[in-house]
């Protein structure tokens, strides 16, 4: 059992980080929040919409950066964007894009293959796939793998703006200065259980 009795309410607004060690269930719980496993038992709404009944529409309203970053290597970041604007119907999609990829500091590897970037840079691919369609729920396993002090600065810049534009974050990470930083409600998992 990865869960057991896992029972929570995150507001519409709130930045909620997860804390627990590895093998604890913060992953699970994320996988499942985004509709990516199928729970057992039990029930999940995201924006009043039940996962199960209607995944897909859930899905449009999440977003989603695991360890997978879900990036086609052989595209460059531009390219998967598009695939990734296409797939949401993003309006506007090219300027978003452009407006994202020079956010995440990555204009000058636009073009560059994916498969020729560095763990950082996936994920600062990652964080603007996951910005792209602007979802309601934003959803983060471990961001900071990776990252340099500018890019967690700029990761931590972006997420206090959705927050502040009435997004929902749920963040899992180790680093407790990391994760405190902007949370409004912190929870750890421990065995498959919220035991704070």
Do not use: W
């Not at 507001?11 to 627990?20: A, I, K, N, V, Y």
């Not at 970053?69 to 390219?79: C, F, G, I, K, Q």
């Not at 930083?181 to 998992?189: D, N, Q, V």
């Amino acid at each position: 059992t990865a869960l057991a009795g896992v029972s929570i309410d995150v507001q519409r607004g709130e930045f909620l980080t997860l804390f627990g060690r590895n093998g604890a269930g913060k992953t699970t719980f994320l996988k499942i929040a985004s509709t990516l496993v199928r729970a057992t038992y039990g029930k999940l709404r995201i924006e009043g919409i039940d996962i199960r009944e209607d995944p897909e529409h859930a899905r449009r309203q999440i977003g989603f950066l695991s360890h997978n970053t879900y990036l086609y290597r052989d595209l460059s970041p531009v390219e998967n964007l598009q695939f990734f604007g296409r797939l949401y119907d993003v309006p506007d999609a090219e300027n978003r894009i452009h407006t994202l990829l020079e956010r995440v500091g990555l204009r000058r590897r636009a073009s560059d293959p994916v498969r020729s970037f560095s763990r950082g840079l996936h994920q600062r691919v990652g964080i603007a796939r996951v910005m792209l369609h602007d979802p309601s729920l934003i959803l983060l396993d471990e961001p900071y793998t990776g990252l340099d002090a500018n890019a967690v600065e700029t990761l931590n810049a972006m997420l206090e703006e959705a927050v502040a534009a009435g997004k929902t974050v749920v963040l899992t990470t180790h680093d407790l200065e990391l994760g405190l930083r902007a949370a409004t409600r912190a929870a750890i998992i421990d065995r498959g259980k919220i035991v704070f």
